[in-house]
């Protein structure tokens, strides 16, 4: 609830104060797919910003350059998975997990000795993509969409009774309103027009 008492500081005085919020709209495929653009994020961040760190750490000295260019594909990558439409964004990440996985797998010769700690970030990065692939599948198929779904609009018009009953009824005589008449030259114009 310290959240939604935040948000009280920037409304107005006649906005509606929020007093309680509810469940979330969103299936449980959309809340791992937004959660993992807020990771592909933080990641991105963190790659941006220590890539020296990360190299040591992993024993990829001389990548640097690769790891910053990796985070700001995990940035890329996670923007739009934080969209409504997030299949784009996941199918992003789970092509930059194929890249990571294979960057890591250089870093597993014998002779790296940080090998163990690439051995986990390996894989955390399978456990990773995982999840990744269950809110991909999962995601397109609440939102898929077909073209051929089987229904056809085709004969519908969008009028009730069918477009032959509408033709002419604007132009039926009618009753109009003493306050909608026109007075003066307007009102002649009209009338010799029609």
């Given at each position: 609830?310290?959240?939604?008492?935040?948000?009280?500081?920037?409304?107005?005085?006649?906005?509606?104060?929020?007093?309680?919020?509810?469940?979330?709209?969103?299936?449980?495929?959309?809340?791992?797919?937004?959660?993992?653009?807020?990771?592909?994020?933080?990641?991105?961040?963190?790659?941006?910003?220590?890539?020296?760190?990360?190299?040591?750490?992993?024993?990829?000295?001389?990548?640097?350059?690769?790891?910053?260019?990796?985070?700001?594909?995990?940035i890329m990558s996670g923007l739009p998975?934080?969209?409504?439409?997030?299949?784009?964004?996941?199918?992003?990440?789970?092509?930059?997990?194929?890249?990571?996985?294979?960057?890591?797998?250089?870093?597993?010769?014998?002779?790296?000795?940080?090998?163990?700690?690439?051995?986990?970030?390996?894989?955390?990065?399978?456990?990773?993509?995982?999840?990744?692939?269950?809110?991909?599948?999962?995601?397109?198929?609440?939102?898929?969409?077909?073209?051929?779904?089987?229904?056809?609009?085709?004969?519908?018009?969008?009028?009730?009774?069918?477009?032959?009953?509408?033709?002419?009824?604007?132009?039926?005589?009618?009753?109009?309103?003493?306050?909608?008449?026109?007075?003066?030259?307007?009102?002649?114009?009209?009338?010799?027009?029609?």
């Amino acid at each position: 609830m310290p959240l939604t008492n935040a948000t009280q500081i920037a409304r107005s005085k006649g906005d509606p104060q929020v007093l309680s919020t509810g469940h979330s709209s969103l299936s449980g495929t959309d809340q791992l797919g937004r959660l993992l653009g807020w990771f592909s994020i933080g990641l991105g961040v963190t790659e941006l910003m220590a890539p020296g760190y990360l190299a040591r750490t992993l024993g990829l000295k001389g990548k640097e350059g690769l790891i910053r260019a990796y985070g700001a594909r995990e940035i890329m990558s996670g923007l739009p998975t934080l969209s409504p439409d997030r299949s784009f964004g996941l199918a992003s990440r789970i092509a930059g997990d194929v890249l990571d996985l294979g960057t890591l797998a250089v870093a597993l010769n014998d002779d790296n000795p940080k090998r163990n700690n690439a051995v986990i970030a390996m894989a955390l990065v399978a456990g990773v993509t995982l999840l990744d692939i269950v809110a991909y599948s999962g995601t397109k198929g609440v939102h898929h969409r077909s073209p051929n779904s089987g229904r056809d609009y085709s004969s519908r018009s969008g009028f009730p009774q069918g477009p032959q009953a509408a033709r002419g009824l604007a132009r039926q005589d009618f009753e109009i309103p003493p306050d909608y008449r026109a007075e003066g030259s307007v009102a002649d114009a009209i009338s010799q027009t029609t």
